[in-house]
Every structure is written in C-alpha cells, then in structure tokens.
C-alpha cells in the first residue's frame, strides 16, 4: 500500500497452556505481522478497526485469551512513527479442522483499500 508494507510473518496453532486453553475441538491461530511505515506521516494500527478474518468463509473475532498464551507476543496496536516499523501479533480461536484462513488488513477505513492474506 504506497509506502506502508505489510507483512504475514508467520501463522501458528497454538493449543494454549493449562489455564488458559481454547474451547474443546478449538485451536489459537496467531498471526504474527511486521509492518514497515515508509510514508512521511504517522500510521495507527488497531488490531479491532484495522484487521478481520474468516475460517472457512465465517466471520471469527479475535481472541484476547489466545494472545496470552506466550509471554512473548505483543499485541498488535498502536502507531507507527514515519520510517519506523512495528510488529506484534493478533490471535484467533478456530476450529482444529479449519483448511482456510483469511485475514484483511485495512489501515484507514475509509479509503477502502484492504490487503488480503489467505492461508
């Protein structure tokens, strides 16, 4: 997207730790981005506003619950400065027998512009 460069680092099942499991039949999906701001203005990044994602063409929410399941993820929100980058992580719970997952990324909802990854 012009001088902003989005980035699907890698997607992860993820069954959870002995508190903090996903439903029965459920797995964590999380998916780890890196986006790089190249432009000459600031970039805010909500992972709410600006992602959605679907399993198998359903609609599926993001999982707070999901993103703790390792002390290492960061969430992915806030705002990236002119020539910075950011990466972070957004999770999902999701059937252990999902065979495709999309997830959009539209940084400014009202220009209509989305970036598509399907896994």
Not at 21 to 41: H, M, R, W, Y
């Amino acid at each position: 997207m012009k001088d902003v460069t989005v980035t699907l680092e890698s997607v992860t099942e993820n069954k959870g730790k002995q508190y903090n499991e996903p439903a029965e039949g459920n797995v964590f999906l999380l998916c780890e981005f890196t986006i790089d701001n190249q432009s000459e203005k600031e970039l805010a990044v909500s992972s709410i506003m600006s992602f959605d994602a679907y399993v198998d063409s359903y609609a599926v929410n993001q999982s707070i619950t999901g993103l703790i399941t390792d002390e290492g993820n960061k969430q992915l929100d806030g705002t990236v400065a002119p020539g910075k980058k950011m990466n972070g992580v957004i999770a999902y719970e999701v059937p252990e027998d999902w065979k495709e997952f999309e997830v959009n990324f539209e940084p400014d909802m009202w220009s209509g512009k989305k970036l598509t990854f399907i896994c």
